[in-house]
């Protein structure tokens, strides 16, 4: 599989159901990061769950990335709104840090909003993937 740096993967499971929170909560306050998700939806390659590669983060993936300029770690899990909790270290699918890793693989880059501008951080492991772990329900 060919991959630019600019390709998402997502499952087709992950892409219903976020395709279903996207037209719930369109409603919301929260429009300009559902439109944002919703255009990330849109660009994805959809794969099955079980054809899903293991570098490959999707919902309730646990994740380390690393700072490119100081070498800064970040752990969290990705999850849906109504899971997210800051002191557990889960960050919602509608926060800019959570659309920015969504379908991307181990190695790639990605820029996250901070307090002071953007950073760039390199997706440095996948500690937990529901899809590779067998832990998936469809």
Known sequence: MQHSPNDIYVTKLDHQRLTHLVRREHTSATNRLVATLE???????????YDILPDVITMNSRLRLRAMNNGEELHFTLVYPHDAD??????????????????????????????KGVSTYWIEAILHQPEAAGDWVS
């Open 39 to 49: 255009q990330e939806l849109s660009r994805a390659h959809l794969v099955d769950s």
């Open 86 to 115: 800051d002191g557990q270290h889960r960050v919602s699918i509608l926060n800019p840090v959570g659309m920015a890793v969504l379908g991307c693989r181990l190695g790639d880059k990605v820029r996250l909003p901070q307090i």
